[in-house]
Each structure stands twice: as structure tokens, then as C-alpha cells.
């Protein structure tokens, strides 16, 4: 088991409000019977209710922020996630959705261009789900013109968004909201990974009934080729892949977690051809380091050398998030090596530095370099 290297808020750093939401979150995980824990639910539910009827994102992102605990991260953003789920009281309105999208892209020549990440026809996306079914064969729905930032919809942005969803002056319950696009920047020097989002509208019960299926069906390939096609520029070229259909808060947890998992295999597959092919069979080292400056003050990092050429080695760093389990992380890095057919994987015990002190660089581990009484972790 890989040791956690994140640094959570302390109790103090919340305010007032957050405070007690987190009591409320520490109270149901600590229930000795459900009853006490569903009470403690729907005081929190309460709250979170209230905060999204004022429109006030910013006071919810802050509470999540000040999480003194994954424990209550996760409990907190799980409550979060209900209220956006919850089914409309009325048979069907407006309903909020997003499609990751990792968007893998290379430039060539000289020079960084930028994608503008405006789609250019969406209709034709929507038609693609709508011949194949998706978003879970609704009918009545619309997306976005925009290729748009995690911020963009993530927490603090989500009761406005709602907000705007649900306002009758829109006219059709389904149109698509105004989102900005995110420019994607396309840099010479070898592929680059990046996230964003696809949203849409729909006239459904509640986001459930779109993100009925969370694999991507027939419908990924068609709208991977056009959606690439409407991106790419010349001397630059695009993938973008999808993922399903999620309510906005999921969408953005899954995303993350797809960019990094893509971002893993492209250095991996890179790393270990070069390796193989000029001093043979890499070494790996997964290791966890403590990390200022990090979302969640920590990262697990993947280090790739040979004995052949000791002085080198090629680092992957997986900044974690406080929704993130550190064992699922050091797990997709532990698989992708086994896929790679790497034989030697080491995970190292305990919490590491970030820099090397002796020369000021990110710290990556050779077998070599691995201090005395750093235990290997089976995994």
C-alpha cells in the first residue's frame, strides 16, 4: 500500500459554515447505525441545498477545499453530486451533462500554435449520438459549440449553471448554454494531453437518465473523427476522445482521471521504446512524494532508468487530487508497466522529497539511488 503524501487543511483554515458541514460529514462516516448516518446526510443535504438556491458556488468549492480529510472530501463532494442528480419534481426539465474529451495533439515544424477549440458544427456531434442512442436515448437535447475548461463547470460554477439551465427566458429548455472555449495549445517537440468538455442540455428526469451507461458505445469512433476533424488546423494534428455522458461534477472527476491514465500511457510507451532501443530492458520505480505547490500537496511518480546508463532516468508525475486514492494511482501505473511487459516494477515505502537535494531537481529513483532502509511494497 502505497503511503499517502497529501497535505489536508487543517480544522481551523475552514470557515464558520465549512466547519460544520465537515462535522456533519465526520459525524455520518463515524455513525455507529445508518439511521444516525442518513440524519447527518440530510442536515448536510440541507445546507448544500441552500447554498445551491442562493447561487452561491463559491461558498460551496470553499467548503470542499477546506476538507481536512479525503474521508470527508469524498463525503462532501458525494453529497454534492446527489443534489445535481437529484430528479426534477416535475416529469422532465432541463438537465445539465458533459463529455470528457482527452484531446491528444502534435504540431509540426517550428512555433506554438493554438486550437481554438470551437466546434464547428455541434449539431452534427448530437446527430452521432442520436443515431447511436446516446445520451441514454434521450431525443430532446443540444450541446455546447465550445470545447470548455474543467473550471468551467466544475464546483463553483455549478449553481449558476443550473441556474442558467433552468431560466425560462432561454426559450427551448434544450438549448445548448454559452459556454467560453479553452484554447488548446499545440507545441512542437512530440505529443501533448489535454482535457475538456463537451456540455449539453437535455430535457430529461434528471442526469441520471443521461449517464445511464458509462462505457462509450458505437458512437465514440464517428464522433472521434469528426470532432477531430473540426479541431485540427493545418500543420497540427488532433485526436479527441471521448468519454460518456456524466452529470457535470462527475464528468470533471472522470475526466481528470482519463487525462492522466492517457498521459501515463503516451510517456510510458515513449520512455520504454527509447530505453529498449538504446540501453535495454528500464527499471521502474513508483514512489510517493510530498509536493508544495501540488493540488493536494502530493504526487506519485514514476521513475523509468537502466542499469546500463545509471546517471539517467525519464520521470512520469501524477499530482494527486483530494478525490483521488493514492493506491488507485500507484494501481494504473503498476497495470500500464505490466501491459509495457516491464518485469521489474518497484514501489517504494514511505513519503518522499520533491526535489533532489543535491542537485535541485524533481526527484526521480534509480535503483541505485534508493536510500538505505526504503522498503519495497509488493504490489
Known amino acids: 500500500m502505497l503511503p499517502d503524501p497529501r497535505v489536508f487543511p487543517s480544522t481551523d483554515a475552514a470557515d464558520g459554515e465549512a466547519r460544520a458541514w465537515h462535522a456533519l460529514a465526520e459525524a455520518s462516516l463515524g455513525a455507529e447505525t445508518g439511521i444516525v448516518a442518513d440524519a447527518r ?21 470553499r467548503a470542499l477545499a ?20 437529484r430528479p426534477h419534481e416535475a416529469a422532465v426539465g432541463p438537465v ?40 441514454g436515448g434521450n431525443r430532446q437535447f443540444a450541446l455546447s459549440g465550445a470545447l470548455c475548461s474543467a473550471d468551467a463547470i466544475d464546483i463553483a460554477s455549478l449553481p449558476a449553471l443550473m441556474r442558467a439551465a433552468a431560466a425560462p ?38 442526469p441520471a437518465a443521461i449517464a445511464g451507461d458509462a462505457r462509450v458505445g458505437k458512437w465514440g469512433i464517428p464522433f472521434t473523427q469528426a470532432l477531430s476533424r473540426s479541431l485540427a488546423r493545418p500543420g497540427v494534428s488532433v485526436v ?38 538504446s540501453v535495454g530492458e528500464p527499471v521502474a520505480v513508483i514512489s510517493a512524494h510530498r509536493v508544495p505547490g501540488a493540488p493536494a500537496g502530493g504526487e506519485v511518480r514514476l521513475s523509468l532508468s537502466s542499469p546500463f546508463e545509471p546517471r539517467e532516468a525519464e520521470g512520469f508525475r501524477c499530482p494527486l487530487q483530494p478525490l483521488d486514492r493514492v493506491d488507485d494511482v500507484a ?9 509495457c511487459r516491464v518485469g521489474d516494477v518497484r514501489m517504494l515505502a514511505g513519503v518522499h522529497a520533491d526535489r533532489d537535494a543535491s542537485t535541485g531537481l524533481a526527484l526521480l529513483f534509480k535503483p541505485g539511488t534508493v536510500p538505505p532502509g526504503v522498503g519495497i511494497l509488493a504490489h
Do not use: Y
Not at 440541507?46 to 458556488?57: M, N, V, W
Not at 512542437?188 to 475538456?196: A, D, I, M, N, T
Open 240 to 277: 479527441a476522445m471521448p468519454r460518456a455522458p456524466q452529470s457535470l461534477p462527475a464528468a470533471v472527476a472522470m475526466g481528470r482521471i482519463a487525462q492522466r491514465e492517457a498521459s501515463a500511457a503516451l510517456f510510458a510507451s515513449n520512455a520504454i521504446r527509447r530505453l529498449r532501443a
Open 96 to 135: 445539465l451533462f458533459a463529455l470528457p474529451v482527452v484531446v491528444v495533439v502534435a504540431a509540426e515544424g517550428d512555433g506554438e500554435r493554438a486550437l481554438d477549440a470551437v466546434i464547428e458544427d455541434p449539431g452534427a456531434l448530437a446527430a452521432i449520438l442520436l443515431e447511436h442512442g446516446a445520451p
Open 41 to 61: 446526510d440530510a442536515e448536510l443535504a440541507a445546507r448544500i441545498g441552500a447554498r445551491f438556491d442562493a447561487c452561491d458556488g463559491a461558498s460551496i468549492a
Open 331 to 339: 494501481a494504473m501505473l503498476a497495470d500500464l508497466l505490466t501491459e
Open 66 to 85: 477546506a476538507s481536512p480529510s479525503a474521508a470527508i472530501h469524498r463525503h462532501l463532494w458525494r453529497a454534492i453530486v446527489k443534489h445535481v442528480e
Open 169 to 206: 427566458a432561454r426559450g427551448a429548455a434544450f438549448a445548448p448554454l454559452d459556454l467560453a472555449p479553452a484554447p488548446i495549445a499545440a507545441t512542437p517537440g512530440g505529443e501533448r494531453v489535454h482535457l475538456r468538455f463537451v456540455v449539453g442540455c437535455a430535457l430529461a428526469r434528471s
